[in-house]
């Protein structure tokens, strides 16, 4: 693999692990002290676009400079084992998000009381009926909340990964420099 796209491997892997360790975190038993909803969100947005961008310039690249004669050939076998592993738990988190997943959302504090909207089973995306919830369910909606805010970018990026690592098996290999 040519070094732009062991960094880029490096990058976008890296930042769905950040991603899919909080996520997968929320999953244990008991009160995590986590980043704050908002700041990993940031991390996830800032990190997004320019590894999607540099993502399919590469795969562009790739497929308009495809000549199979003279492409790397296959991606050694750490690297390949490496983005499957990121692909099978961005993909494990993600099914356990859904299976997870109930009717309760918006959890909201007021006057120290917790509440929670019940959206219909059907018709989520109308805003159902809000009543008082205890703290223990508060706190368990909220972290259902951040792992599923963290799931989402985590699996892009680890699309990503697997995409520029793809890509580098098309690259042609790099030439030496002239020597003077």
């Known amino acids: 693999m040519r070094t732009r796209f062991k960094i880029h491997a490096a990058l976008s892997g890296g930042m769905s692990a950040v991603m899919l360790t909080p996520a997968a975190l929320t999953l ?93 089973p059907d018709r989520r995306s109308e805003p159902g009926v809000e009543f008082e919830v205890s703290r223990q369910e508060y706190a368990e909606l909220r972290e259902a909340g951040q792992r599923g805010m963290l799931v989402i970018p985590g699996l892009v990026l680890a699309f990503l990964t697997l995409m520029g690592v793809a890509s580098s098996a098309l690259a042609p290999p790099a030439q030496p420099l002239p020597r003077a």
């Open 28 to 120: 244990l038993p008991g009160r995590l002290p986590l980043p704050s909803r908002g700041f990993l969100n940031d991390i996830a947005g800032t990190a997004l676009v320019p590894l999607g961008i540099w993502t399919f310039v590469e795969v562009f690249l790739g497929i308009v400079n495809r000549k199979r004669d003279d492409a790397q050939g296959s991606v050694p076998r750490p690297v390949r084992r490496a983005v499957a592993t990121l692909l099978v738990a961005a993909c494990a988190l993600l099914v356990v998000q859904m299976a997870t997943a109930g009717n309760l959302q918006s959890a909201a504090v007021r006057e120290g009381h917790y509440y929670a909207r019940e959206a219909p």
